[in-house]
């Protein structure tokens, strides 16, 4: 008995990670699909995801190019027009061919400042986001599987429960704003005040699905199989929160970078010596009546990065909920077609 | 657990009890960052000419040279007894300034909440029942643009672009100081009770600009929220039903479908409290609106840190709150929640 247990489970779990990389790839495969048709059907979530692959190979050639030519030719080649720094005799032009978006009331190229923008804002978006997520993903896993009262580890998810709340109940900005203006203004003490208050929705969200999931028949099954607690916790359960928290981590990308903006806006963020969208549009915003390319080009960049990313996870959602997708197959469906399948079934 | 009125009680008294372990954490986390973070507050505020000896007299007045722990205990201490503190530059009470503020940045939330039912609500409907054709793409167009506009651009663009065209004021509550007594600092309120309509009138006109700013950014919420649950109520049978009775179209939308689908919303409106009065902080800070977002921003930046934990404190007690309401509201509408 004692000797062929091992065996046993040995098989069953080879038996399994067949099971599990057969439905990996099909899983992949329906993704894939699922992406193909909706990105066709739908020419909104196109455009987003076109906009975010525009958007992050432009962040990377910005830094990369210059760290490139540097080794290859001994000289740094900028891939923007302007240095973002530099200050042309053009001064408030309107945009031309010479300057896309114009020129600030300094000579300031406009597009160079917001192009060099574009990769420290894109990676505080993803970083910030991607941070929140393993963070707050990490406790909401651990608060919502081993919840049992009486045992170590319903304390330990009773304490992050509570933490949690506590975090939730404050309106972001107003802690990140407190926390950001005693650390001193700096790029650091900003990203690190959208830091501390932005993993609290993680746990909340990843929490809730734990609790979704953890009682469905497979994970019993699973259980019942002698799988043990952490495999059931990564393998079983973990793979069916992906899709929501990747639905939700796209959308909150924009969300974090209006945050980190706005801590730039109200002057205790990104000094203004580094070119950042947020503290662009305070710095030009008296110029909104008679030089408004300044504040309008700033905030368009914003507008646009953000719109990219919410298109891209409206649309994902869409695909990615089956619900959603059916209704909106459904409603895609001419009500005539309906009609004439209708008579066609009474026939 | 059931539903009758006991129950419910019961359930709200729980989540009051809540309140104060949330409370205490948030005044415990806000009290940390401002007393270690800032190292040398006196020097802010003795201002720039201060002498050392000035800087020295103001720690010792305000208490700062005792152990953080000694500081953490008078100051919770006081609160328990009704004292929030004050402004360490001005002297002015800090929960005199709350009870002022506050009142105003409720009116301009709840205008903002109107025009986001008014507007919002039927524009979900309307993307839903157009789901996949033009009409979706266009609503979804406009409300993922409010989502992706950041609330101070907007603000700037409605306070110095939108504003003058319009001949909107952008600047506070009202074109001049107002004479009469302002027992509640809701502005229109307190017109309306001094019945001096030429000031109802001007206070309504200065709460539109920043209403709207408030209610641009947030309008996504509602619309989409109402989208995703019209999605999955419209192919349901009781909506067939209605249609074959031959109910109009108007009346098949929004009073069988909408009814059903306007749960999730309400929910949801009453969890973006937090959205909204992060928002204020900017909007009103830009509107000068003389509310707790803007007083929340001269606190922080003027390193008045009372005056921070207080705006805190409020905050909290209306997440909190606004949670359990939508909570309630939530229950009452659909009948098979219990209170638990």
Known sequence: MTETAPQTRNSSSRAEATLVSKAEASVLRDFLRGLLRVLRANPLTFVGFILVLILSVLALLVVLVPVVTQLLLGHTILLTPFDPNELTTDYGQPPSTSHFFGTDNLGGDIFSRILTALPLDLAIGFGITGFALLVGGGLGLVAGFWDRPGTIGGVVSLVILRVTDVFLAFPSLVLALAIAASLGRGTGPAMLAVLVTWWPYYVRLTRGEVLAVKHQPYVMAARAAGVSEVRILFRHVLRNLLEPLLVYYTLDIG???VTFSTISFVGIGVPLSVPEWGSMVELYRRFLQTQPWTVLSAGGAIF?????FSLFGDGLRDILDPRSRRALVQAAIPSTLMAKAAAAAEA | MGRNASDLVVFIGKRLVQLVPVVLGVVVITFFFTHVAVQNPCAIWAGPHATQDQIDACL????????????FWSYM????????????STQISVLATISAAFPATLELVLASLVIMTV???????????GAGRWTDHLVRTFYLSGWA???YLGAVVLAIGVGPVLGLPTKGDFT???????PTHMSVVDALLALNFPAVGDAILHLILPASALAFLNLGIATRMTRTSMLEILPLDFVKTARMKGLSEFLVLYKHALRNALISTITIMGITAGVLLSGTVVIENIFQWPGMGAYAYDAITGY?????????IMFAIVVVLSNLISDILYGLLDPRVEWR
């Open chain 2, 304 to 312: 008045n840190f009372q005056g921070t934990i207080g705006v805190v």
């Open chain 2, 149 to 151: 506009t950041p609330t």
């Open chain 1, 304 to 308: 646009v990065t953000v719109l990219a």
């Open chain 2, 60 to 71: 010792v007045r305000f208490g700062l040279n005792r152990p953080l722990t000694d500081q």
């Open chain 2, 119 to 129: 507007i919002g609500i039927p524009l979900g409907v309307v993307a839903a029942n």
């Open chain 2, 77 to 88: 201490t006081n609160l328990a007894a009704g004292d929030w503190g004050s402004n360490p």
């Open chain 2, 176 to 182: 001049s100081t107002p004479t009469f007594p302002r």
């Open chain 1, 255 to 257: 969300t974090v970078l």
